[in-house]
């Protein structure tokens, strides 16, 4: 009986021995490694350069040293693996720790449309990390060239430089210098100009731009309305075309004459004249606020029965009467007053020559001082002339 107890009672403590050991945590030592990146599926365009930030993290208890090699590439894709700032094929890292590799891919220029899959393997001590990764195209690549313009339409009148900023892109495998022309209307100019300098052609290296600033110039004689300025960037492999719009809007322009052309008049000193002056439009497009004032000399006053003009149709006049002032004591002679005729968008100007005379009044008086000094001598020579 006691037999049958003292086995009933072992079969029990390794029961209980066995409940405990089971009941605690095995430690189980790390015998591997992992990659981590948090951007692993990503959107690209054609000739893009994909960075991608990677961890290689130890998880043992023991210095790793793992090697790297990139698994099913697409063909036409290139990869390149730094660390540090240095270009690496395998890196050893501490226990428990981790270490940052830079992955870059190239997306080829000539690629279609699709979603691309491929792998950056680490291997180490017989173990290996798989990191795969997904690329996005989203869009059909092609080797060509790319010229865009950032504003294509622009306004002015006739007197305006109108200045496009161009995007030359160059989506080849090679280097390209570009022939930059132009085909404008007869009369007008073009000026290319590219980091500052007047240019006629540009560089550019594989799948990159060059900013391009283009001024157009129209001819003075230029009628209001829409132009075509057709540009073209071009070599013998390759070319793109773009096409700038210049709106006229109209000449600005004003005349300032009188009635009859003629630019002269007469004033007694201390006196004044009223003369016409007639203000045209000589232009294309409306001018407004149109103001008057003059230029004349010391002491002189000029005066408008009006000062300002609301505004002119193109071809359209206005009289404006001028009053000229001239100063007391202003001596007989020719003198110049200037008319001027200004608005915010166009000017002018007219010389008035002013032929001082002397009043009538200053020859009376000299006459009779004459008469005065003749008299006095007259009497003289009666009183005293007989003694």
Known sequence: MWKRRAVITSLCMTLVIGLVVAAVPTAHAAVGFSLYTPFSGISATPGETIDYAVEVLNDTDAIRTVEFKMQKLPDGWTSHLTSGGRDVQQLSIKPGDAQEISLEVQVPLEVEKDVYTFELIAQGSGVNSTLPLTVTVT????????????????????ASTFDYKVTLRNR????????LTADTPRGWSVTFKADGNDVTSVTVEPN????????????????????????????????????????????HELDLSTPSERLNTDVTAGGSRTMEL?????????????????????????????????????????????????????????YVVTMKAESPDASADADIRVSVKTSWLWGI??????????????????????R
């Open 139 to 158: 869009e059909e690549g092609t080797s060509a060239t790319e010229l865009s313009v950032e504003q294509p339409n622009l306004q002015g009148d006739a």
């Open 172 to 179: 080849t495998a090679d280097e390209q210098n570009y022939a």
């Open 208 to 251: 990159s731009t060059k900013d391009v600033d283009v001024s157009v110039s129209p001819p003075e004689n230029v009628k209001a309305g829409e132009y075509a300025i057709p540009i073209k960037a071009a070599t013998s492999a390759t070319s793109a075309d773009a096409e700038l719009e210049a709106v006229i809007t109209g000449t």
């Open 278 to 334: 007639v203000v045209t439009n000589a232009g294309t497009a409306p001018v407004s606020d149109i103001e008057l004032s003059a230029e004349a000399p010391t002491n002189w006053e000029i005066s408008f029965n009006h000062e300002k003009i609301n505004a002119l149709e193109p071809g359209q006049s206005q009289t404006v009467k001028a009053t000229i002032a001239a100063a007391d004591e202003a001596i007989a002679g020719d």
């Open 365 to 386: 008086v000299g006459i009779l001082i004459i008469a005065g000094v003749l008299g006095g001598v007259y009497y003289l020579i009666r009183t005293y002339g007989r």
